[in-house]
């Protein structure tokens, strides 16, 4: 099983901020099958990115995601009031597909 | 536009079945495109995928509890269900029930349904 550890738990930080999110694989995630989510309080997760880098449909392109082996990075390029939620990485290359722990984003 | 809907009790008894379906509607669950799932998330918690299933029932399963789930589907009613039986408190969460392509590089869980919060208490 791929363990996804995402880093740091916790950020503050004020709106029109840059950010980078981290999520290290515990091996090499197959053919860079890694996802990003955002979740709000009460709600669904909501697809970002996948394949590591290409943007869900309809997903402003303030959000990035860039990586490849073991290391993925989520990037926000100017935060939005709206964006301060927790963040998920998920990998599907290989089965169990499995899910880092979060990274919750909180305003200053 | 492809809606997920979860059902089912929303307390089950330690030792008892937890039985939940969704319900897809704005779509075909028989499409060969997609994969069907269910993720869950305990209260103040991370996600931990179940399982999937394709239309056809072909059927992939979390080795962590492989043992103790089922999932299946009915095309005529345009539903997917998920059994998870012998449940302790451990199983409580918010069960969601969600779409992943086919396509491999696009596998990702791309539409969700709005989850079903379970309790697992006597």
């Known amino acids: 099983e791929i363990v996804l550890t995402q880093s740091p738990g916790t950020l503050s930080l004020s709106p029109g901020e840059r950010v980078t999110l981290s999520c290290r694989a515990s091996?090499?995630?197959?053919?860079?099958?890694l996802a990003w989510y955002q979740q709000k309080p009460g709600q669904a997760p909501r697809l970002l990115i996948y394949g590591a880098s290409s943007g869900a449909t309809g997903i402003p392109d303030r959000f990035s995601g860039s990586g490849s082996g073991a290391d993925f990075t989520l990037t926000i390029s100017r935060l939005e009031p709206e964006d301060f939620a927790v963040y998920y990485c998920q990998q599907y290359g290989s089965s169990p597909y499995t899910f880092g722990q979060g990274t919750k984003l909180e305003i200053k | 536009q492809l809606q997920l809907q979860e059902s089912g009790p929303g307390l089950v008894k330690p030792s008892e079945t937890l039985s939940l379906t969704c319900t897809v509607s704005?779509?075909?669950?028989?499409?060969?495109?997609?994969?069907w799932g269910w993720i869950r998330q305990p209260p103040g918690k991370g996600l931990e995928w179940i399982g999937t299933i394709y239309y056809s029932g072909s059927t992939y399963y979390n080795p962590s509890l492989k043992s103790r789930v089922t999932i299946s589907v009915d095309t005529s009613k345009n539903q997917f269900s998920l059994k998870l039986s012998s449940v302790t408190a451990a199983d409580t969460a918010v069960y969601y029930c969600?779409?992943?392509?086919?396509?491999?590089?696009?596998?990702?869980?791309?539409?969700w349904g709005q989850g079903t919060m379970v309790t697992a208490s006597s």
């Open positions: 091996q090499s995630v197959s053919s860079n099958y």
């Open positions: 704005g779509g075909s669950i028989s499409s060969s495109s997609y994969y």
């Open positions: 969600a779409r992943r392509l086919v396509v491999a590089a696009r596998g990702a869980f791309d539409v």
